[in-house]
């Protein structure tokens, strides 16, 4: 038995009203799992591939919550991603298509059925070190 980890989410954005509480709780719990803070500012903190902001009270839903992102190998699987979505009920929340995060971003965003906020994102071509991260249990 293995199990391979790495390989489905680029990155989780949670966007809360209570920024101070979250940065206490997330730092707490990831100081005992060994992940550090990467960076954080008074309006957001990050972590591996956690990013954490500040919302403010009576953002609508489409705009809180959860956002997450899955990693896609190229621009087709965005756009068939987009296509899969709205057809098994998502609505549509971007269209396929580059943004301004960095050179070479190629995204799409859906709303679940819940309203969260799900992504599909290409990077431009990369080089990986491995294709996932091959965990074997010791049992």
């Not at 920024?19 to 990050?46: C, I, M, Q, T």
């Not at 799409?108 to 969260?116: E, H, Q, T």
Request: charged fraction near 25%; aromatic fraction near 12%.
């Amino acid at each position: 038995m293995e199990f391979h980890k790495g390989r489905l989410f680029d990155h989780v954005h949670l966007r809360v009203q209570d920024l101070d509480a979250s940065k206490r709780f997330y730092r707490a719990v990831l100081d005992v799992l060994g992940v550090p803070f990467f960076s954080e500012s008074p309006h957001h903190f990050s972590a591996d591939e956690l990013f954490v902001d500040r919302v403010a009270p009576g953002t609508p839903r489409s705009e809180r919550g959860v956002h997450l992102a899955f990693q896609a190998k190229d621009r087709e699987t965005v756009h068939r991603f987009h296509a899969a979505a709205l057809a098994a009920g998502g609505r549509d929340n971007g269209a396929p298509g580059e943004r301004n995060y960095h050179p070479g971003y190629y995204g799409a965003f859906v709303l679940d059925p819940d309203g969260n906020n799900i992504e599909a994102v290409f990077h431009g071509p990369v080089t990986r070190s491995a294709e996932s991260v091959v965990m074997k249990p010791a049992f």
